[in-house]
């Protein structure tokens, strides 16, 4: 009898065990046929350059939102508005409920909020082409897209090595000013860009001399008395609105420097000479015909 006990008692622990191990086996199963974490399907980005690398990037057609300076593609035109560079809405931002938000460096103060309701976020840093060509990469490893990262950041490079050719090939480097903001109406609080600034790089391409590159410092605040100094030969002014026509008059003022004796003060607003971005090629090429043709 005592004998009989012990083999039942066996046995069910055998049957128990093995009943362990099929739980086991299936819960394991079930948790490798869960889909792996998936990719985003709805983007909100912070800033005019982050929304043109997304876009490259192959995330067009997921952009939700975006702040209200993006203009580029056109398909961004009619999103939500999720306010401006130095005041982005946190709430506006979650009531797009989006999966990822791509912002910049500056703009990390949202950042911890965000990840605290389960938004994720891409930060970065751009100040230059080298920034651009990480954020495409960036963003395209974030949406398992690397081909459309590389083929954006070749565009650029491509566009640089055709105009650095051309000026590797010319005689003369206009000495040039950089004007990236002033007072309406006028020539005060003049913002100049200098070296380590995005368009000191795609004017050195061109084959143009930064009349203020040394002014120590990536954007630089000057006075009319320095424009005159300085003496360039041309004036590049970057505007995000307003006359063209009125703000080319108000050079008018300093007779005398070459650039405005000789009618080569130019104003242009397109937004992909104002900050980097995928288009810079579209900018050295722009930058290139103003100087040399």
């Known amino acids: 009898m005592l004998k009989r006990n012990a083999i039942l008692a066996l046995a069910l622990a055998l049957a128990l065990g093995a009943a362990a191990m099929v739980a086991c086996q299936c819960d394991a199963n079930r948790e490798r046929s869960q889909p792996p974490e998936g990719l985003p399907e709805r983007i909100v980005s912070l800033t005019p350059s982050a929304t043109e690398i997304v876009a490259a990037a192959g995330g ?7 702040d209200r300076f993006s203009a ?20 506006a931002i979650v009531r797009l409920t989006p999966d990822l938000v791509v912002l910049e460096t500056a703009q990390r103060k949202v950042k911890p909020s965000l990840e605290r309701v389960g938004i ?3 930060v970065l840093d751009i100040h230059d082409l080298d920034d651009v060509r990480v954020g495409l990469r960036a963003v395209g490893g974030a949406l398992d897209a690397p081909e459309h990262a590389e083929a954006a950041a070749a565009e650029i490079d491509d566009a640089l090595a055709e105009v650095r050719e051309r000026a590797a090939a010319r005689d003369d480097a206009p000495k040039v000013m950089l004007v990236v903001d002033r007072e309406l109406g006028g020539l005060g609080d003049l913002v ?12 050195a391409a061109a084959g143009g001399e930064n009349a203020f590159a040394a002014a120590g410092q990536r954007y630089a605040k000057i006075s009319p008395e320095h424009v005159v100094t300085a003496a360039p030969d041309v004036i590049f002014e970057t505007r995000h609105a307003g006359d063209s026509a009125r703000a080319r008059a108000d050079w008018d003022e300093l007779s005398g420097v070459p650039a405005v004796d000789a009618g080569r003060v130019y104003i ?4 992909y000479y104002t900050a980097p971005s995928p ?13 040399f043709e």
């Open 60 to 66: 067009a057609d997921l952009l939700v939102g975006v």
């Open 72 to 91: 580029y593609p056109e398909q961004v035109a009619d999103l939500p508005e999720v306010g401006d560079f130095l005041n982005p809405s946190f709430e």
């Open 120 to 122: 994720d976020t891409l």
């Open 192 to 203: 100049v860009a200098a070296a380590g600034s995005f368009l000191d790089e795609i004017l």
């Open 268 to 271: 242009r607003d397109q937004a």
């Open 279 to 291: 288009r810079a090629g579209k900018a050295v090429r722009g930058l290139e015909r103003l100087l």
